[in-house]
């Protein structure tokens, strides 16, 4: 009797994913008027976050630090509509995943503005943000990070309501 096997042969993949410290997460991205794009994948490679069409596996937006002085990106956590970037100076920043630059990215190399708009900046890590968390409404952010701290943050007055301590590890 013969046996047959079933057989995956790949055939695309999206090109260096996510560097070694941040993870990958897909997203739906919408228009100015709420219209949604398609699904991405937001992925960290070095301080850039690169937004991936998971149809065509193009780089189709980035969000980056433009002075580079929030380091290397060590963690994406999305919502409905935002976005967290995490990095290795405990900084959090939280866009907008409704594009703000209707015309997109045509050519990666010649960006010079990221396509969303900025909602929030934290800095109440002392090292690396290793986690971010947004609760159900989207309303809190719950970041954790080597320092050995919790923090929530209140995404409606834009404020830090807890610093959680005590913790002997790193939070993951």
Not at 5 to 24: C, D, M
Not at 33 to 49: P, R
Not at 108 to 118: L, N, R, Y
Not at 130 to 141: A, G, W
């Amino acid at each position: 009797m013969v046996k047959a096997y079933l057989r995956y042969a790949q055939e695309k993949v999206i090109g260096g994913l996510t560097g070694n410290l941040a993870n990958a997460k897909l997203c739906k991205l919408r228009t100015a008027g709420g219209v949604t794009k398609g699904l991405y994948v937001a992925s960290a490679s070095n301080e850039v976050v690169n937004f991936s069409n998971v149809k065509t596996g193009e780089v189709e937006f980035q969000i980056y630090d433009k002075e580079a002085m929030h380091g290397q990106v060590t963690t994406i956590a999305t919502s409905s509509d935002m976005i967290a970037i995490g990095y290795t100076s405990g900084t959090v920043l939280i866009y907008s995943l409704e594009e703000s630059n209707p015309t997109g990215v045509e050519n990666i190399a010649k960006v010079t503005e990221s396509a969303f708009d900025q909602l929030h900046q934290f800095s109440f890590h002392r090292s690396a943000v290793t986690t971010l968390l947004f609760s159900d409404e989207n309303t809190q952010l719950v970041s954790g990070g080597a320092d050995t701290y919790i923090v929530l943050y209140d995404l409606i007055t834009s404020t830090a309501e807890f610093k959680l301590m005590g913790h002997t590890e790193p939070i993951t």
